[in-house]
């Protein structure tokens, strides 16, 4: 009888173990399976189920594993019925589990919500990709992903994991390449000032693929946000950059001053000269002639993800050198970790060389 207990002691826990549920659930699973085979044996047997049969209640001991059906106080447990409920109750059994199993991965990856995770491309379904995270299945649909990256299978990839939702086929752990938020988990992988609270990534935006802005503030006296970020050498930068297929990323110290972070945000543009519309939250810019595609972008990128960074409608107004009254101007003076190639631009889309006191007007983007 010893051995018995503790060959079903140890199966219990074994079957615990490897679900990863508590022993618990895996008791609740075998005590509704055999509510379920009792049932089913009723109708076997051509007899009727009581009106009651929802009162009825089912007793696994966790030490023999001796399962008994009860009608209140009343014990009804047929004879033979353990070889009955084991033959019937298996495939409940094994549903329950892996029901159990399924919720408590979804409860820990519910915990993992904003972080990143490895994970490797398994197959494609229409335009919808399934990622294999290791416990749980990712999906990437078609918002979350980059559209300048191409995917493939076995291809390992650092996800975001963005939310968990109910889809058709259940709960659904939604992995994104395309979310802001993934760019700023990925910093916080690789700057140690960011794991210790030292600098605080304030605002991002970005356009997937292409390029990223970010603002960084130190918490901490001493503590160079934008040097923290870039490292030594640019060894921080460079590795979500590489991660990211090289999106560009530019660096800025984030300022509670507008003028200080519009201008910040406008590099490598220099010589700027911001006025600032409080009340509808529009901002002049000016910038020498030389600077304007730097300011403006390539296809007016820079300015856009400046307004989207900064949360201002941003107007450029370009002047001659010379021509402009000189000013007392804010420190733009951002590092830059990186830049793409710019461009001179029409009058449709900003400033074409030459051209004076034409206006490039951007308005904030949802971030």
Do not use: C
């Not at 090289?246 to 406008?266: G, H, M, N, Q, T």
Request: hydrophobic fraction near 40%; avoid cysteine.
């Amino acid at each position: 009888m010893a051995q018995a207990r503790t060959e079903f002691a140890a199966a219990l826990n074994q079957i615990a173990s490897e679900k990863g549920v508590e022993v618990e659930v895996v008791l609740d699973a075998i005590r509704q399976a055999a509510l379920a085979a009792y049932k089913k044996d009723l109708t076997l047997r051509n007899e009727e189920v009581p009106e009651n049969f929802e009162e009825f209640t089912s007793k696994v001991d966790p030490v023999i594993g001796e399962i008994s059906i009860f009608d209140g106080d009343k014990n009804v447990t047929p004879p033979g019925f353990a070889r009955i409920a084991a033959s019937i109750a298996k495939q409940v059994i094994m549903q329950k589990l892996n029901e159990a199993e399924r919720g408590a991965i979804l409860s820990e990856y519910e915990s993992k919500v904003g972080t990143v995770v490895s994970g490797a491309i398994q197959r494609q379904e229409g335009n919808t990709y399934f990622v294999d995270l290791g416990r749980a299945e990712g999906i990437l649909p078609p918002p979350e992903q980059v559209h300048t990256e191409i995917y493939s299978q076995n291809q390992r990839l650092k996800f975001l994991i963005k939310e968990i939702r109910e889809g058709g086929r259940g709960s659904e752990v939604v992995v994104s390449r395309s979310d802001p938020a993934l760019v700023k988990a990925l910093f916080a992988l690789e700057v140690p000032e960011i794991q210790s609270g030292a600098v605080e990534v304030k605002v991002i935006a970005r356009e997937a693929g292409s390029r990223t802005k970010i603002a960084a503030i130190s918490t901490q006296d001493g503590v160079d946000p934008v040097g923290s970020m870039v490292g030594q050498k640019g060894v921080r930068v460079q590795a979500v950059m590489s991660e990211l297929g090289e999106e560009k990323i530019d660096i800025i110290s984030y300022s509670d001053d507008p003028a200080r972070f519009i201008a910040a945000a406008l590099s490598p543009a220099k010589d700027i000269q911001v006025k600032l519309n409080e009340k509808d939250k529009v901002t002049t810019v000016t910038v020498p002639q030389n600077q304007l595609s730097l300011a403006i972008g390539k296809g007016g990128q820079n300015v856009r993800l400046a307004a989207k960074l900064t949360g201002w409608k941003i107007d450029i107004e370009g002047a001659e050198e010379g021509t402009a009254e000189k000013k007392e101007e804010p420190s733009s003076a951002p590092a830059q970790a990186a830049t793409d190639d710019t461009e001179e631009v029409s009058a449709k889309g900003g400033l074409a060389s030459g051209q004076k006191e034409e206006k490039k007007e951007v308005e904030p983007q949802d971030k």
